[in-house]
T-cell receptor
Framework: ETGVTQSPTHLIKTRGQQVTLRCSSQ?????VSWYQQALGQGPQFIFQ???????GRGNFPPRFSGLQFPNYSSELNVNALELDDSALYLC??????????????FGNGTRLTVT | KQEVTQIPAALSVPEGENLVLNCSFT??????LQWFRQDPGKGLTSLLL?????REQTSGRLNASLDKSSGRSTLYIAASQPGDSATYLC?????????FGPGTRLSVLP
């Protein structure tokens, strides 16, 4: 069973630039969620994708957008980067929104630094 | 709006001790609660998931309880080991996403 993989592991960008982060979900999982974790805090929900559609969104501005592909992998795009976007971005997969008790399985994250 | 808190923020214990980590949440209308472990700079590892209809779950030296009516969960770690040192986070599931607490940073001293 292949776990959740994220790329890249680290990234440094300049304020105002755009970034794309990638995630491959665990085999058999069709739902992907993205979380932002600032240093010393718990993860904050960005959005969730199910069957290639956004299926819920947290309190993040529209410059945070995403995609899910037919193989259930996903991308997180952030435009017009701000210094406060510096964080660990975590992708989690689960086995479907119909199963409300499906546990989340996380990747190791992408550490984004905005200078 | 669901809010999740964890007490204590940090804990340091000698090896072999049994310990309890606490998690509180404000809205009892939850689907489940999941406990995670996070090592520095890494992602989250799922430890236990308790469904809203359950009272507890056990895995090895870990036991998690849930009291939905009072908005509380505890994670009990028996016979702690240095390898248990990590940050432990609880997350409350609302059927679509999870709301996380800030975590408890645990250090187990040899």
């Amino acid at each position: 069973e292949t776990g959740v993989t994220q790329s890249p592991t680290h990234l440094i960008k300049t304020r105002g630039q755009q970034v794309t982060l990638r995630c491959s979900s665990q085999s058999g999982h069709n739902t992907v969620s993205w979380y932002q974790q600032a240093l010393g805090q718990g993860p904050q929900f960005i959005f969730q994708y199910y069957r290639e559609e956004e299926n819920g969104r947290g309190n993040f501005p529209p410059r945070f957008s995403g995609l899910q592909f037919p193989n259930y992998s996903s991308e997180l795009n952030v435009n017009a980067l701000e210094l406060d976007d510096s964080a660990l971005y975590l992708c989690a997969s689960s086995s479907g929104t119909d199963d409300h008790n499906s546990p989340l399985h996380f990747g190791n994250g992408t550490r984004l630094t905005v200078t | 709006k669901q809010e999740v808190t964890q007490i204590p923020a940090a804990l340091s214990v000698p090896e072999g001790e049994n310990l309890v980590l606490n998690c509180s949440f404000t809205d009892s209308a939850i689907y489940n609660l999941q406990w995670f472990r996070q090592d520095p700079g890494k992602g989250l590892t799922s430890l236990l998931l308790i469904q809203s209809s359950q009272r507890e779950q056990t895995s090895g030296r870990l036991n998690a309880s849930l009291d939905k009516s009072s908005g509380r969960s505890t994670l009990y770690i028996a016979a702690s080991q240095p390898g248990d040192s990590a940050t432990y986070l609880c997350a409350v599931g609302n059927g679509q996403n999870f709301v996380f607490g800030p975590g408890t940073r645990l250090s187990v001293l040899p």
